[in-house]
């Protein structure tokens, strides 16, 4: 909320490496993730791992309906800015590639390639 991406990832990060099921760590990491995104194709293609990471949060939040249904609206509006077919062909992709982000936040992070 106060915009500093970095610390909330490191502490999202943090969260992970003490409890890996605590949906909680997802639920930030993806929202980082899709703060990195922009209108270029290896901006767009953070929403494939921001998508992934609120996927696995809302999974993961049960306890936490608010919480949980906060995700899923997320993840769905990563989904709605995924890069489209041609943009994907243009850059040599086929759907359900494996592929690893260059971007941002996600910068290493593997995912597989989606369509809009």
Avoid at 54 to 75: T, V
Avoid at 80 to 92: H, I, L, Q, R, V
Wanted: aromatic share 12%; charged share 15%; proline share 2%.
């Amino acid at each position: 909320q106060m915009g500093n991406q970095s610390d909330a990832m490191a502490a999202a990060k943090g969260i992970k490496a003490l409890n890996a099921e605590n949906g909680y760590a997802y639920y930030i990491m993806g929202q980082c993730y899709a703060s990195s995104a922009n209108g270029e194709f290896a901006g767009q293609a953070c929403y494939w791992a921001a998508f992934d990471m609120m996927n696995k949060a809302a999974g993961l939040l049960a306890a936490e309906p608010s919480i949980q249904e906060s995700a899923k609206k997320m993840a769905a509006s990563f989904r709605s800015a995924f890069p489209t077919k041609e943009e994907c062909f243009f850059n040599e992709l086929q759907a359900g590639a494996a592929y690893t982000i260059k971007h941002g936040f996600a910068n290493g992070v593997s995912t597989t390639v989606r369509f809009r």
